[in-house]
């Protein structure tokens, strides 16, 4: 027999995107590059070479995108601006970037959906990673000039405003790894974009918070829970602690507490991290927010042991390999034993109701601040059927077990807000091109023909509802 859970009268239904990985048109209006469009180009950088130009054509198509969201019945929608549309050259603004995000923030507002902006979503101006990239100082205080310049044209329309997207990624695959843009290989590197990232993150806060007080502001972390593969060894424990720090406490604890956790500057010493802050950097990025937002796609059991059985999953070929932690060689991610997505990624709905109650015990809770789930979703094979639809049962089971655990987060005293599906459409997956589907809308490259997908509808059922039905199996850990 189902049990039927409720969600709270002011909890947001939600779905989010990315400029660069929905909106094409790279060189209309005035859009320069950005590391993204020069990075497409690398050979191998990219799975078959695919690229940005066209993506989904969501520039101009837009209007009938927002239309599609009503029909689901979000209630908002996370989006984020293209720092290369609005500055291509990193300084002078471009007003017809600015008009093309005042006419989908106007579109959003007249059917209902509240706008959340997010204002760098990986897509840095080519021309400022010319300049040093995140590695050079300027980057950040040119970003606060950045947020600045966005808000005196949205400000009035736009109440939430999310600074960074995944510095993590940011930093580490583009820095470290070289995985994504801007395909650096350089643990130093990496460390040191990381700082700036933040301090572009603080500077931007500080700067909003001065120019309007009412504005809910923060940004969007990608945290995982990392477990030891075997509680009882010290070396296992160890490696979940040096993920941990490298992953999460690395960005939470200079945020929340002003500082670098002790034994991450010290995993890191030598790498320069020590080197890049300046005196007051940590009270800037330590500056209060009234909202994180946590990402999270699957928990990862880790040990100073390689696996004795290959890990299911695969990689992108002809791509740097790298670790992109600056200083975690030798740990090693084991099976759990758990489902897994088209990525290779292990389903674990319980991990985000554990990552959530830590988040708010040592995080969000002391310092009063509202927790989003902002990204969560799944890469599935789906295709149309005969009947022109996309039955992707193992989506909607996804969806449905971690809206659970967000439940049961809250029965456990987390407050989340609002949770917002990635994505909304099939799009753009930065370095696995088109060949990996996350959306809960299946896109046809070749005709730009959106199709709702199962799992959009049963999404648009609970948003419209506000009621999971569950069958009582479901409520255990990992069912999907």
Known sequence: MSHERQFHPEFLFGAATAAFQIEGANRTDGRTDSIWDAFCRLPGAVIDGHDGSTACDHYNRYHSDVDLMADLGLQTYRFSTSWSRIQPDGG?????????YERVVDKLLERGIMPWLTLYHWDLPQVLEERGGWCARDTAYLFRDYAMNVHARLGDRVPVWTTLNEPWCSAFLGYTAGAHAPGRQDPRAGLTAAHH??????????????ADPALTLGLTLNLTLAEPADPQRPGDVDAARRIDGQMNRIF????????YPDDVLADVDGLGLVDAIHPGDLDIIAAPIDALGVNYYHGQAVSDLPPTAPIHGEAPTDRPTGSPFPAADGVH?????LPTTAMGWEIQPDG?????????????????????VTENGAAFDDELSADGAVHDDDRVSFLRAHLNAILDATERGVPV???????????????????KRFGIVHVDYDTQQRTVKDSGLEYGRIATSRTLSIEPAARTAAAV
């Open 92 to 100: 002078r603004v471009n007003e017809a970037g600015l008009d093309f």
């Open 197 to 210: 990232l933040l301090l572009g993150h603080g500077l931007a806060v500080q700067a909003l918070r001065e």
């Open 252 to 259: 939470l604890d200079p945020i929340f507490r002003g500082a």
């Open 333 to 337: 991610t084991h099976s759990q034993g």
């Open 352 to 372: 985000l109701a554990e990552l959530l109650v830590r988040i708010h015990r040592d995080y969000t809770d002391p310092a009063g601040i509202e927790v989003y």
């Open 417 to 435: 807000r609002g949770y917002f599906y990635w994505s909304l459409m099939d799009n753009f997956e930065w370095a696995w091109g088109y060949h």
